[in-house]
C-alpha cells in the first residue's frame, strides 16, 4: 500500500469512528432543535465572533511578516496582508490536502519580485509557525486539563506523556536556533536557521492566532457555559486530533471531540449550533470574500485583453479549477445526499403536495440522492479537466436543481446548485480532455472520501429516524409524511449507482498506458519531426515509445512507461507555442494512471520550472560547429591521417537515401548482427536507435564501404533548414581494421559541412559536466563522484576525451521530475527502459556510439 493510500484509508477510519461517536453523542438529540438553536443565535455573539474572526485574520498576517523577516526580505505591508488573508481563507475553507494556500501566495508573491526559493523559505516559516503554537498550547492543555474518563479518550498517563512530548517540540525548535547557525540542507534546498528572536516571534503570533480563533466559537457559545480556560484546552486538543487525522478541514473529528471533551459543561444542543455558526462564520465567509477579491483581481489582470475582459471568472476558474470546482461538485453532491436522508420542511412539503401529485415528489426525492452520489462520482473526473465530466456534471445539476424545488420547495440547496452550476458553465473552457472516464485509475483519496460521504448520508438518516420502528412495509409506504421511507429508498438508489459504477470500472477492459504508435503515428510524426531544426525528435521514429498529440497533430511528446515511471525523452516536438500545453497534457495522463512524471534530456528548463518541477543535470552533449571544422593544421593531422588510411585500402563513402534504402537493408542487417554479436548483448532502445528496417527506412544512411563490401553504417538524422545534422545507429562488422568507426564520423562530419549544414551533434556525454563540489546538491555530488570514479562502470570520461577531439561546443542536458528525492528510482527505471528491463540492465551489450544512456 502506498503513502497516500494508507494515508487515506487511516483518514477514512477515523472518520468512520468519530461518526459513530457522534450518533453516541447525539443520540437523544431533536435536529429541529438544533436548528432551533441555530436560528436563535443572538445578534450580538453574532458580531462578536465576527469581529474576532476579523482581528484573527489579522494575526494570521503575522505569519507571513515573520516570513519575510526569516527570509531578509521587504515588501509592501499591505501586498503581505492581502495576500495572507486569501490564502488562508482558501487554505483553511477547503484545507490543505485540496487547494493549498501556496498557490495564492504564488500567484500574488511571484508577481511582485519572490522568487521561487525564497518563496519555498516563506512557505516553510508559516508552516513551522502553524504548528509551534498549537503543540505549545495543546501540550499545556493535555498537561493542566485532565480528559474526562471516557473509554474513547486515552488514559490520563497516556494524555499526559503526549503533552510533555508536544510541548517538548517547540522549546526544541527555539533551543536549536540558540545553538545552530549553519543552514539545515534538505536535498538542493538550504534553509537558514532562523534566529532566536524570530522563533520567539513565530512562537507568540501562533499561540495569539489559536486563542483567538478558539474564542470566536467561545463568544458563539451560551455565556458562562464553560470557563474559558476548560474551553481552549478542548478547543485545541479538538483541532489538534483534527490535523492530525488528516481528514479534510478535520471535519466531522473537530466536532466530534468537542462535544465529548465538553460534555457535562455546555447542553449538547447549544454547543452543536455553535459548532455549526462558527463554520460558517469562520471558514465560508471568509472563503467567500476571497474568492470575490480573486476573481476581481483576475479581471483586472485581464483587462487590456478585449477578447478575454468579458470572461475573468472563467479564465479564473480555468486556473484553479477543475480541481476546485471538483470540490465544489463533490460538497453539492453530499449535499443532495444530506437532504435525502433528513425530513422535509412539512409547512414546504404540504403546499408541494397541494400543488404536484405524489408519485413525483416521491420519484424527485429519489432522483435527488441519485444525481447526489452521481455528483461523488463525476467530481473526479471534473478534476482531470475531462469534457464529458463537465456534460454530466451540468446534466446532474440540473437534476439536483429541479429535484430539490420539486421534492420539497428546497431552495436553499438549488441555490446552492445553481452557483456551482454558473461557475461551471462559466469556465467550459478548462474542460478540454476527451478522454474516457473509466480509463484511468481512481485514487484512493477520492474512493476513500466517496465512502465517507455516503456513509456520512447513511449516518444521519439513522440517527435523525432513530425514533421509527423498522418494518419490511417501510419500503413500500408512499405518503406524503413518509420521510424514513423516502430516506431508505433513495439510499439504495444511490448505493445501487455507486456499485455499478465500481462494477464497470472492475470489470471493463484495462487501458494501456502506454499504447504503441500506429502507423498513422507514426506518419504525423514524421511530417512533424522534418519542420524541426533539432534532430533527437527522430528518436520517436523507433517504434518503442508511445507518442501523446495534441489535438490538433501539430506536435507531441514520445515517452516510455516503467513501473510507476512514466518517463518523456526530451522537449516537446513542435511549435514554441506548443510545449507548455504538451507538457501540462502529459502531467494530467501521469495523474490519470498515478504515475510519477519525468522529462530526460530536456533543454527549455523554464517549461518544467513553470510547472514546479525540480531540474537536474545528468550531461553535456557535444557539437561540432561545421563552419569552424577543417582538415587542415596540426589541429586536423589525425583526421587526415585516418581518412588517408582507409583511402589507401581502397574504401569509399557515400550516403544511400531512403528511396535507394531497401537495396542495402539485408547488408546492413548483416553488419548489426555482427556487431551484436561481438557486443554479446541484445538490442537497446528508448533513448537510443535500435536496428528496426521501418525505422532506417524513413532515414539517410552513411556507409563505409571497401571492394562493393559494407564495413559500417550510421543512419543520419537531418534538421530542418540545415540546422543540425546527427546520428543515432552506429555499427560495424567484426573484422573491420582500427579506426573504421573514426573514419565514417570525419566523413560525415565533412558531408555535413559540403550539404551546408550548421553543426554536427555528436551525442551526449553522461554526467560530464556534473561536479562534486561541497556547495552543490547530494546528487551533484553524487553524480560527480560516479564520474570521476566510476571509468570502469561505463566509461564516463573515456566518451568524453573520444567526443572532445573533434572540438565540440559542450551545451548541459537535464531531467526533470517532481521531486528530488525520487531520483534513484527514477534513475532505475530510466536504465530498465533502455535496457528493455531490469534484469538486462548489467548485461554487456553495446555502449551506444552516441553516449546514450
Known sequence: MTRSAAVSVAGAAVFLIVLAALRFELRSIDPAAVWAEIVAVPRDRLSSAAGLTALNYVALTGYDFIAFAYVGKRLARWRVMLTSFLSYAVANSLSLAMLSGASVRYRFYSRWGVTAEELSRIVFSYAVTFWLGLFALGGLSLLALPLPADPRLPRADLARAGGIALLLLPLAYVAVTIVRRSPLRIGRFSLPVPTPRVALAQLAVSVVDWVLAGAVLFVLLPRDAVPFLRFIGAFLISILAGNISHVPGGLGVFEGLMLVLLRGSVDQKPLLAALVVYRAVYYLIPLAVATAILVADEAVRRRDAAVRAGRALARCAERYTPRALAIFTFVAGVVLLLSGATPAQQGRLLWMGELLPLGVIEASHFLASVAGAGL????????????????????????????????????????????????????????????????????????????????????????????????????WQFELRGDASRFLRASVGAGVLLFVVALTRLIGVAPHEAPPPTPADLDDAARIITAQRATSPYLALGGDKSLLFDDERTGFVMYGVQGRTWVALGDPVGPEDRAGPLIRAFLDRCSDFGGVPVFYQVQRLHHYVDVGMTLVKIGEEAKVDLRAFTLQGGHGAKFRKVIRRFERDGATFRVVSPADGPSVIAELREVSNEWLAVKAGAEKGFSVGHFDEAYLSRLPIAVLEQGGRILAFANLWPGADRGELSIDLMRHRRDVPNGVMEALFVHMILWGQAEGYRWFVLGMAPLAGVTASPVHSLWNRIGGFVYEHGESLYGFQGLRAYKDKFDPVWEPRYLACARSWQLPRVLADISALVAGGYRRIFLKGPVPAKGHV
Open 376 to 475: 461523488l462520482v463525476v467530481s473526479q473526473g471534473l478534476a482531470r479537466r475531462l469534457d464529458g465530466a463537465y456534460y454530466i456534471t451540468a446534466t446532474l445539476m440540473s437534476v439536483g436543481i429541479a429535484t430539490s424545488l420539486v421534492k420539497g420547495f428546497d431552495f436553499e440547496e438549488a441555490a446552492l446548485l445553481a452557483v456551482v452550476l454558473t461557475l461551471l458553465v462559466r469556465a467550459r473552457g478548462a474542460f478540454d480532455r476527451r478522454a474516457a472516464f473509466f480509463e484511468t485509475r481512481f485514487s484512493a483519496a477520492w474512493i476513500a472520501s466517496v465512502l465517507l460521504a455516503v456513509a456520512a448520508s447513511l449516518w444521519l438518516g439513522f440517527f435523525v429516524f432513530e425514533h421509527v420502528e423498522y418494518s419490511h412495509d417501510l419500503w
